[in-house]
Each structure stands twice: as C-alpha cells, then as structure tokens.
C-alpha cells in the first residue's frame, strides 16, 4: 500500500511535468567531474524530455549560502546536491525543505535516505598516490599515508576535519566499527588531531574537489586524500598516472536538497522523481566511478564499472561509513577546533 | 545654481532699505546657501548611509546581539533567571525546558539555539539535538531524572551556568573571544585555553604581514621614486607608465600572474633550475613568501606615488647648501635630504599598512592556511562555519584597528590631501 | 642629471647603484604582467616557457564559453551602471562640498569617503546580511548599489581637486554679464570639473570592473562577474583561459591608464598649472 502511494506520487509528478509548460530552474551541484557526470546522466535527459530548462550553478558546500538565502528568503537555487551529514545539520536548522516522501525508503540503501535528502550516489574519501613518485615499495594501507619514513613527499588533505578524523583514528589503530565511540569523547579528537600534527609540515589542503587531482598532478604533493570518482576520472579520461588505495576508504552518501522556500520546489520535486528511478540513477556511474542508492539501479550497471565503485566487496576490506548523525552533532565543535588548528 | 547664490549675495548690499535690516537679509541669504550646499551634498550622504554604513553598523551590532538562545528556548531562558547558580535546577526548569525542545525540534529550529550554546561550550550542540529527538517519548513526570538518565550532563551544573549565561540577548561574548579572553564561572574576565587561543596570533600575523609588506615597499620605493623625481620629465613620465599599469590592472590578474610565476612549475622555479640554482622545485608559493611577495607587488604603487610627489617638491638648494658647507655626500643624504621626504614615507607607509591590514583577496589566493589574516577569518566565520557573531566580532577588531590606523593617516597627511593616480 | 666628470668612486657606485636598483623594481612591477601574456597564447596548458605552439584556443575558449561572456556582460553592466550613478551622485557632492559655507565638512567629507578605508571583508559581510533584509542580495541592483557606495569617493576626489583654484569670480564675472545660472553651469563650471568628472569616471568604472570581494558575497550565479570568475577558476584549476582573460584586462588598463593620463594634463592645461 505504502509502496504503491510512493510510486503513485512519483509518477503523477512525472506526469504532470509532461503536460505543465516548461519551466526553468537552478540545480547546484559539486563542480568538476562531479558536476559533468550529473549533467550528462540527469540534466541533459530531463531537459530533452520535459522541455525544461535547468540552470547550473557550482558550490563547495558552503552550508552558510543555503542558510543565508533561506533567512534572508532570498532562495535563488531550487535544487543542491549536497553530502547527507548536511542534508541532516541542514535539515535540523529548519534550511532544508522535507523530501523523503517523494522515494521508497526500502528500495534505497540504509541511511541513503533522510527527512530532507535523497541520497543519490554512494561515494567515497580515499587516498591516491602519483605512481611516478615511488619506484619501489607504493603505498598499500591507510597507515603509510602517515608514514613519512617510507614514502617520504607532501601531502594534501581536505579542508574540513570530517574523514580526516577518521582516517587519523584508523591509521592510530581504531577498528573502523569503534571509531565514532572513540571520536565523540576528548580524549579521541586529541588522539586524531595528534596524528594529524604528525604530518603537519608537510601537509597541503584543498577545498574544491577538482583541486585534489591537480595537487597530485602538478607535483606539489605526492599523496592525497581525494573523492574517488575524482581519481578515477583523472586516471581514467586523462590518462594521469595516479592509483587508488581503498585501505580505510570512509565512504559516505551525496545525493539531493531542496532548499527551504526554494522559488521552484515543484519543478525540482519532479525532476527530482526523475533522478531517482533506477535505469536514470544507474546511467550516472558510466560518467564517474559513483554507485547508485538505489538498489535497484545496480542491475543496469555493466560488470568493469561495478569494479571501480566504493561499494566493490573487493575495495570493502577495512572500509567505514560515515555517520551523517555523528557530524550533524559533532560537526560544529571538531570543526571549531579543526580551523583552530589550521591557523596555528 | 553657483552663481544664483554668489549674485544673490553680491546683490544684497545694492536693495538695501526694502525693511529688513542688512544683518538679517545676510544672515538669511547665509543660511540659504548653506542649505543649498547641504542639499547637494544629501543625496550621496544619504545613500553612502543606506547602502555602506548602515550594513557595517549592523555587522558590528551583530557582535553584542546574539538573541539566538532567548528566542529559541523562551520558556528556559526566562525561568533559569531565578536559578540559584548552586545546584541542579528544580523540576520546574526541566519542564520548560522539555515544552521548549519540543516546539523547537517539530519546527526544524532547535539546532539555532543549541548552536550558540555550543560556541560557549563544545558539545552543548549534540546533547540539545539528542534531547530534542528524544524528548517527545519522556512521561510528564518527573522529567528531571529523566533528562539526567538520558545524559549525564543534564546533571551538571556547568550545563546550567552555560545555558543561563547564554540566554541574554547582549553578550560580550564573542568581542572576549576575538582577543582570546573569556568569562570564567564566576564572571571575571580570563584568557581561553591555549587550544583555543588563536585570534591574537592571528592579529599579530596580520600586522606582521602588513608591517613586513610595507617595509619591503618602502625599500624598494625609495631609491625608485628618488629616481624619477630627478630624471629629466620626458624620461620620468615613460618610466612612470611602468608604475601605473600595474596600478591600474585588476588584482585578479596581477595575483594569477604571480602564482604562474611561483607556482611548482612556474616560471621561476624553471629559471632557477636551469641556471642551476636548485634541483627540485622550490616552494615559493601558498605560503608566507608568496604573500609578502604578492601583496609588495599590489600596493608597491601606493608607496612609489606619495614618495615620488613628495621629492619632486624638494628644492636642491638645501643639499648644495650642505655641500658647500663641507658636509660628506652621506651626511647631505641622510640629514638633510631624507627629513625632507619623511612626510612622503609616513604618508606611504601608513597608506600601505592601512591596505595591508585588511587585505582578504591576494592572501587567500596566495597563502597556505597559516598566512591567513584577520580578513579571511571574518570571511571563514561567514561562509563556512556560521557563525555570524564570531563574524561581526572579529570584524570589529579590523574595524577598530583601521579606524586608529586612519585617524593617525588623517592627522599627518589630512584627508583633503588625498591624490589619486 | 648627468654623473658629473668629477665624480669619484663612491658617488659612482651610488649613481649605478641607484640606476641598477630603480631598474630591477621597475621589473619586478612590469615582468609579472607581461609574462602572462605570451602565455595565454600557449598550444598547451602549460604555464612554462618554452612554448611547444601558439594557438588562439584559450581565446575561442574564453568567447565561445557561455560563462565567461555572461561574467563579461555583468562586469560591463555593473562597470557603466556604477560609473554612470557614482558620477551623477559624486559631482553633486563635491559642488557642494567645495562651497566655503558648507557645514560640518570634516564629518561628512569623513563619511563619504570611508568606503576606500574600511576594509572591504567587513563592508561585504555587512552588505550581505543587511541587503538580505531588503531583498538585494543575488540582484543586480543589490550590486550596483554597493559598487556605487564604493567607487563615488574616487568621483568626490577626482571633481573636489578640479575645484580647488577654481576661480570663484568666473561665475561671478558670468554673471554680471548675463548668463543666467544654468548657462553658467554648463558654460563656465563645467567644463572646469569635466577632465575630474570623467576620470572619476573612469575610477569609479575601474572600482566595480575589478571588485571581487563583494561580488563573492552579494552576487548569486546570475551576477557572477568577471573578477569572480577568475576567482573560482584560480581557486579550482588554472586554466589558460583565466590567462587570456587576463591578457584582455591588461589591454583593458592600459586604454584606462592612456586616457586618464590625457585627462589628468589636460585638467591641469585648463587650469593654468603648468608642469
């Protein structure tokens, strides 16, 4: 029954997108790779079919432009993909408008889907090294990350203490199932901020996913941590020498928003209805190495794709999720402490 | 409409014995003028007002308003006044504070006060959301053991004393935590913990940058502008162009061309390599070089102008005076010419300080995170952490500083005195 | 200037030294400008010399993109909407500021002119939460408004130096011979301020065309700007595009810096100050 509400939803929606006059909306999304993947696999599709047109903007989840245009109810976007502990902080701050109904939880991976978000991909934080830079021994595990003794060189890590907390957890030994115990006391934030200070005078930062693979690239680093689709996209399309390490890999889920009081939410809640349908969602991951939420969708995804996605049993060996609930509680204070550190 | 107001003044005399007397008909048409000068003044005075000093007036007011925690939880901020600071509050307390989270966690607006209350103390965030999911489920009696079995920290008076500290619509907050200081539990002013003392580093980086930024300009100004005061016109204006374009080309672009000159594999690196110099790549840039470097480059103009303007006015007669006395050409320059230029240098240097200190744009594009200055803070606390209070009160201090800065600038070179190009 | 035939050891050195010195700041303001320049002419993406080809790609690249020629019209329609408001808005008020009767002169000359004092972070992150309440932010107007308020000092200062041994009896001698106060205006005091109205002008155009931190925080995708577009790109990749849109902005100053050069002496012809 409940299903069947679902998909009766979602088709009127469908539907009613066919007939309505055709609209225009603005979608954000991560830029980059990311950004190419999403307009090739959802926009250009949707707007062939609907006669929609949807305008794209660029963000590096900067959580304070949604809050801004929702306060001021200045809403200029109707639609942001954004990672699902945001969808959650964002949600709880009242900036998100409520979504879930539009899908079938049961159909989704757990957690993929919250009160205010659709997750779309699944996605993960790994490192990646440029192959040229080690003849010898390369780099296996997510502890010679933090080994400067046998892969000495530079490296670059996000500018933002989620994932890095925990790869410094796992690296100091924490087994990934205890690592969220661990990180939520003092003692632990100390413990991953001091391994975190091990690197320090040879570590970079990057705010923008596409900056990781250009860091590794232009040689200023010989290791980062990095989106594996972004990785896989150098590797892949422009032939950079650049290789996976899955050891440790925190994958995590991207997916949907709609802002609160966003100009367009019906416009966004079809299209939306569109992106999550299995044979679209599954479209994605030939554009970027991303698996789709949907369970469904795996099925239309070919066997040599399937092996480069965070969700391969093979890339699963010490692998941990990351918890949207931990970082929709802790975000503000490991974050207050992590541009503390930065800036010291 | 000038010359109406001169004609009507110089005409005054000639109409006189029309039955006012002279004093009032000139005071009148005084007062006239004055009022039509004011009128042209208004409209810029009046806008200038509406769209640039009522937005500062407003940030900075942001930095002692902070009604996040009375407006979020209304019910616990008022009943908490009457509590005795002592022990665990009454039932009562919890009971507001139960009704309050839970009108705040259905209308998705719970996380606003619980961030506040974080600012205070780390974790405050994650103990209110936790309570506000679960408080729908606690019975109506006796919520207060309730609430402690839930999480310890219920239990603590600490919690108590942060959320009635917080529940003030004015505080002094967050202007305390911009110079690293705090209230302790009993209300005297401390200093913060050293792990979480970094804005006075961060004021010091600042005019550490700007102070190394504007000896650099001056050293290299001073010989350059001493140059063009004394070269034939033709030949100083033609070198002069080399000033000015740089001037008048966009910092976007003078600050991308320094990180293609700098960067890893730029054209710096690439020379030296060549010549020999170095095997690997030097860092040059994304950190404390790069800035001083970048930023010299972008007010170096601003120093050469003042400098130049003020030799081109020295007269030679002095130092051949000193020479002709028998004074070595040492002496000649350092006590006799260069206090003649000291107005031109402080002129300079505090112009380019003044600059420095609030500079957002080239250090952010430039910098690693440990050469950010006060300005990219004020930007961070904006965008990305949220916290607007912290925001405004760290704009209050750049606000400050440039205002003392100015005010010493205006004394020694007047603002009428300003040039520009 | 020449070194006299006299000049022993010591005042050579400094002569040369002094000569060597000049030379290399001179460089050092003038090479990173032009170093870029050939470079956004590179076959490659490459920011090295020596080049592998020329080629024109990263120009087509700059005006075949719907990006960059969207930021180029905004930047356009904010440069002449804030020249054409901050020059009406500045001449009045430097009319009236140079008015010897005009009261309170310190304060509001002050006021006026604080938007080239107060650091720009402090007056964008105002502007932003402020033109918020007012529905301004993401809108044309919102950034007009707030490159206006930035760039009409340069207009008060570039008209109020034009005015100053501005000869008050022309209007008077004007006016005994007739000319009613319109004619007066626009015949006498006019042309007097015009070279310092227009190269306020032109600052005023530069001020909004190259302003960045504002735009970072009032302009949404819409607005997005020229100085913002190279922002995100410096930030996100360095493309040779952003050099080509770099080589352009040169260009662009150096017709700025030619006219108000000509400007500039011109104003001082008028006015009988002699070099």
């Known amino acids: 029954m409940k299903k069947l509400s679902y998909s009766v939803i979602a088709l009127s929606l469908l539907a009613a997108s066919g007939m309505a006059m055709a609209e225009q909306f603005t979608v954000t999304t991560g830029g980059g790779a990311y950004s190419n993947s999403i307009r090739k696999a959802y926009f250009e599709p949707y707007m062939a079919k609907t006669g929609d047109k949807i305008v794209e903007d660029v963000w590096n989840n900067e959580m304070a432009k949604i809050k801004g245009m929702v306060e001021k109810k200045a809403v200029s976007w109707d639609a942001v993909t954004m990672e699902s502990a945001d969808g959650m902080r964002g949600c709880d701050e009242g900036i998100l408008e409520r979504i879930d109904k539009l899908v079938d939880k049961s159909k989704f991976l757990p957690g993929s889907i919250t009160p205010c978000f659709i997750g779309s991909i699944v996605w993960s934080n790994v490192y990646a090294y440029n192959d040229k830079k080690f003849a010898g021994a390369k780099p296996s595990t997510i502890n010679d990350f933090f080994d400067l003794k046998k892969f000495p060189g530079a490296r670059a890590i996000r500018k933002n203490p989620k994932v890095n907390m925990e790869i410094a957890l796992m690296a100091d030994g924490v087994a990934p199932k205890d690592v969220y115990k661990v990180l939520a006391t003092k003692a632990g934030q100390d413990r991953a901020f001091k391994k975190l200070d091990s690197l320090k005078g040879n570590l970079k930062f990057w705010e923008a996913g596409a900056q990781a693979p250009q860091l590794l690239d232009s040689g200023d680093v010989v290791m980062t941590t990095a989106f594996n689709g972004r990785i896989f996209d150098a590797a892949k399309n422009e032939k950079k020498p650049f290789k996976i390490v899955w050891d440790g890999q925190v994958y995590d889920f991207d997916g949907w928003s709609i802002p609160k009081g966003a100009p367009k939410k019906d416009a966004a809640m079809k299209f939306l209805a569109f992106a999550s349908q299995p044979e679209v969602m599954a479209n994605q991951s030939k554009y970027i190495a991303y698996g789709p939420t949907n369970k469904d969708a795996v099925k239309h995804i070919s066997k040599e794709v399937l092996q480069d996605l965070p969700t391969n049993p093979e890339n699963m060996k010490k692998a941990l999720p990351a918890s949207a609930e931990f970082w929709a509680d802790h975000f503000e204070e490991i974050n207050t402490r992590f541009v503390s550190w930065l800036a010291q | 409409m000038t010359a109406s107001t001169l004609s009507s003044a110089t005409s005054a005399p000639l109409s006189e014995g029309t039955g006012l007397s002279l004093k009032k008909r000139l005071a009148r048409s005084e007062r006239r003028r004055k009022l039509q000068a004011a009128l042209l003044v208004a409209p810029l005075l009046l806008f200038i007002l509406f769209t640039f000093a009522a937005p500062i007036g407003k940030l900075l007011w942001r930095a002692v308003h902070s009604p996040e925690v009375a407006e979020g939880l209304p019910k616990t901020s008022q009943i908490i006044q009457a509590w005795d600071g002592k022990s665990v509050p009454e039932e009562a307390v919890f009971v507001a504070l139960a009704q309050d989270l839970d009108t705040a966690y259905a209308e998705q607006r719970l996380a606003v006060p619980a961030k506040r209350l974080n600012y205070d103390s780390p974790g405050m965030l994650s103990l209110l959301m936790k309570a506000g999911r679960k408080v729908a489920s606690f019975d109506s009696e006796n919520l207060r053991q309730q609430f402690i079995d839930a999480d310890p920290r219920w239990g603590e008076v600490e919690t108590w004393r942060v959320i009635r500290n917080a529940s003030s619509s004015y505080t002094d907050f967050f202007l305390l935590r911009a110079l690293d200081l705090t209230r302790s539990a009993s209300g005297e002013i401390v200093s913060v913990s050293d792990d979480e003392a970094i804005h006075l580093d961060i004021l010091y980086r600042t005019f550490w940058i700007s102070a190394l930024v504007t000896a650099a300009c001056l050293a290299l100004s001073y010989p350059l502008a001493w140059l063009l005061a004394n070269l034939p016109a033709k030949t100083a204006n033609l070198l002069m162009i080399c000033v000015l374009l740089p001037f008048w080309t966009s910092l976007l672009v003078r600050t991308t061309a320094w990180i293609v000159l700098l960067q890893n594999n730029g054209v710096v690196n690439q020379v030296m390599q060549l010549l020999g110099l170095f095997d690997a790549p030097v860092q040059l840039i994304f950190n404390r070089f790069g800035v001083v470097v970048a930023m010299t480059h972008v007010l170096l103009p601003f120093m050469i102008l003042p400098l130049y303007s003020v030799m081109k006015s020295i007269p030679p007669v002095y130092a051949r005076a000193a020479a002709s006395l028998g004074a070595n050409p040492w002496t000649v320059f350092w006590k006799v010419y260069v206090p003649q230029t000291l107005p031109g240098v402080g002129a300079g240097c505090l112009l380019v300080f003044i600059m420095a200190v609030g500079y957002y744009i080239t250090p952010a594009l430039v910098g690693g995170p440990r050469d950010q200055m006060l300005s990219y803070f004020v930007a961070l606390h904006t965008n990305e952490t949220l916290n607007w209070s912290m925001a405004a009160a760290l704009a209050a201090v750049l606000f400050a500083a440039t205002l003392v800065l100015y005010a010493i600038y205006s004394r020694l070179v007047g603002v009428n005195n300003m040039k520009l190009g | ?275």
């Open chain 3, 1 to 275: 200037m020449a070194l006299p035939d006299y000049a022993g050891m010591p005042e050579k050195t400094v002569y040369y030294g002094v000569r060597v010195l000049s030379g290399l700041v001179l460089l050092f303001l003038i090479a990173p400008i032009l170093v870029i320049v050939p470079l956004s002419f590179n076959a490659e993406a490459f920011f090295t010399y020596p080049m592998p080809g020329l080629s024109l790609r990263w120009y087509l690249d700059f005006f075949g993109s719907a990006e960059w020629q969207r930021a180029l019209y905004n930047s356009l329609f904010f440069g002449i909407a804030t020249t054409l408001l901050s020059m009406f808005l500045g001449t009045l008020a430097a009319l009236g500021l140079a008015r010897p009767e005009f009261p309170w002169r310190g304060p509001v000359m002050a006021l006026i002119i604080s938007p080239m004092i107060v650091p720009l972070i402090i007056a964008a992150v105002g502007m932003f939460l402020f033109y918020a309440d007012w529905g301004l932010v993401n809108t044309r107007l919102g950034m007009v408004l707030a490159h206006t308020a930035l760039a009409t000092p340069f207009v008060v200062i570039t008209v109020t130096a034009t005015l100053t041994g501005f000869d008050a009896r022309l209007l008077r001698a004007a006016a005994s011979l007739g000319a009613n106060p319109v004619t007066t205006f626009r015949r006498v005091t006019l042309p007097m301020i015009l070279p310092g109205m227009v190269s306020g002008g032109i600052f005023a155009f530069v001020t909004s065309f190259d302003e960045v931190v504002v735009a970072l925080f009032l302009a949404g995708s819409e607005q997005r700007t020229l100085p913002r577009q190279m922002w995100s790109g410096i930030r996100e990749q360095l493309s040779p595009t952003i050099l080509a849109a770099a080589t352009l902005l040169v260009l662009f100053s150096i017709a700025m810096l030619v006219t108000v050069e000509m400007l500039r002496r011109r104003s001082e012809r008028l006015r009988g100050i002699s070099q």
